[in-house]
């Protein structure tokens, strides 16, 4: 997974090119799926209609005049195969399982947000990936969210879902020995079984051990040579 984020003044022009509205209206089959309002009450949009949550975005985004960054934008990036392997449904629940994560890391998990999916073959984009982008200003108190080392702490939520996507993907590689296998080893072993064992072979009669033979020394005589 990879995160990358904008830090934004205004949220108007960047809500036009995630819901590819307004100007961007001649790109709108590059919207995968349906758009999700987060933590306004609702899981998606739904019956509202989609300029309404724009301006919910927009309404909470802009609650404190005098803020620099009122919105943050962030683009959710699995890896090109990831829909491949985990299937297309499967990879959009892992995204917005990333975007949840690094809204709590962030301290952005009670902010409205609009999260918009992209790609999955339509238009340009080939690739399927989130959009979303979230009013930095509370709602009830209108605290903004700390931007100290923010990009580091969402690059630890997208390296840590990485791992447990790869984990999960790696024990499902892990095909157990087929049935029918199971049942031709079984077989061998029945069929092994039921065979009559060979004749035992006789052993050879044991030979009585044999006393060790004691080396005889030999005597050496001394000759004497004849007296005249």
Do not use: W
């Not at 044991?206 to 030999?218: D, H, S, V």
């Amino acid at each position: 997974m990879i995160i990358r984020e904008r830090r934004l003044g205004t949220v108007g022009r960047v809500l036009a090119y995630v819901t590819r509205s307004g100007r961007y209206r001649d790109r709108a089959d590059e919207v995968a799926a349906p758009a999700y309002l987060l933590n306004a009450g609702l899981t998606g949009v739904g019956d509202i209609p989609l300029p309404a949550a724009m301006a919910v975005v927009i309404a909470c985004a802009n609650s404190r005049p005098g803020l620099k960054n009122r919105a943050l934008h962030l683009v959710v990036s699995p890896a090109p195969d990831h829909a491949q392997r985990r299937g297309q449904p499967q990879s959009r629940q892992d995204c917005l399982a990333t975007l949840t994560r690094a809204m709590r890391a962030i301290g952005a998990e009670d902010r409205i947000a609009l999260a918009v999916f992209h790609g999955a073959g339509h238009g340009r984009d080939k690739a399927q990936h989130l959009h979303a982008v979230i009013a930095l200003p509370s709602p009830e108190t209108g605290k903004s969210v700390p931007q100290h080392r923010l990009r580091e702490r969402l690059k630890t939520v997208a390296l840590g879902m990485q791992q447990e996507i790869e984990l999960t993907l790696s024990r499902d590689m892990e095909v157990p020995q087929p049935l029918g296998q199971n049942t031709d080893t079984s077989q061998t072993q029945e069929g092994d079984a039921d065979r009559t064992p060979p004749p035992a072979q006789p052993e050879p009669p044991q030979q009585a051990p044999q006393k060790p033979r004691r080396k005889r020394r030999r005597q050496r005589v001394k000759s004497r040579g004849m007296e005249l």
